[in-house]
């Protein structure tokens, strides 16, 4: 069974917008955190965004200002709101959640989002 699947990736040009989704197919009562990963060729992967169960939201500080996380309950998604995006912003982007269930830690991600960003 898949857990994540994620939309919205796609060409946009610097300077747009585009909104990722992830729909979760795990009980929110059990998730302890989830984020935004991207990885562009070269590069490790990397943090972009989080929110943790508390709602307390961290930002890769190459985003700050630009993109922000958030999550509809009613939806069991998970968006990541990107503005004025940059040519350095291409990657293919991953959600991730992390879940404590049944007395054990699980990690699942998403397939996996391409976003490219054209100057």
């Known amino acids: 069974q898949v857990q994540l699947v994620e939309s919205g990736g796609g060409l946009v040009q610097a300077g747009g917008s585009q909104r990722l989704s992830c729909a979760i197919h795990?009980?929110?009562?059990?998730?302890?955190?989830m984020g935004w990963y991207r990885q562009s060729p070269g590069n490790q992967r990397e943090l972009v965004a989080s929110?943790?169960?508390?709602?307390?939201?961290n930002y890769a500080d190459s985003v700050k200002g630009r993109f922000t996380i958030s999550i509809d309950n009613a939806k069991n998604t998970m968006y990541l709101h990107m503005n004025s995006l940059k040519p350095e912003d291409t990657a293919v982007y991953y959600c991730?959640?992390?879940?404590?269930?049944?007395?054990?830690?699980?990690?699942?991600w998403g397939q996996g989002t391409q976003v490219t960003v054209t100057s």
């Open positions: 929110i943790t169960s508390g709602g307390n939201r």
């Open positions: 991730n959640v992390d879940q404590y269930y049944g007395g054990s830690y699980y990690e699942y």
């Open positions: 795990i009980s929110f009562h059990s998730i302890n955190a």
